[in-house]
């Protein structure tokens, strides 16, 4: 069993900053890919950042430019760097890790005020 805990949402002015952390525990021998998922009220959840294990990462072309994923595999650890942020940011976040199986986190709200 793997859990995730995700940590770093709040409410934050446009053009502000915020760094969403997500640590994952249980039984890993490997994770491949690890990243961030959000959904906005009344609308699907999309796929905001992903990166693997050896460091590629790929984003949605909404942040490009603005957020930065990064990941520490020795602890297990995906972080997401928002800068820039906008009202349409605001949504929550949930991270994932793929073990085998998706995994998820429960998500942490992301507010972003005019």
């Known amino acids: 069993q793997v859990q995730l805990v995700e940590s770093g949402g709040g409410l934050v002015q446009a053009g502000g900053s915020l760094r969403l952390s997500c640590a994952a525990s249980g039984t890993i021998f490997s994770i491949a890919f690890m990243g961030w998922y959000r959904q906005a009220p009344g609308k699907r959840r999309e796929l905001v950042a992903a990166i693997n294990s050896g460091g590629s990462t790929n984003y949605a072309d909404s942040v490009k430019g603005r957020f930065t994923i990064s990941r520490d595999n020795a602890k297990n650890t995906v972080y997401l760097q928002m800068n820039s942020l906008k009202p349409e940011d605001t949504a929550v976040y949930y991270c994932?890790?793929?073990?085998?199986?998706?995994?998820w986190g429960r998500g942490t709200q992301v507010t972003v005020s005019s």
């Open positions: 994932y890790a793929d073990v085998t199986r998706i995994y």
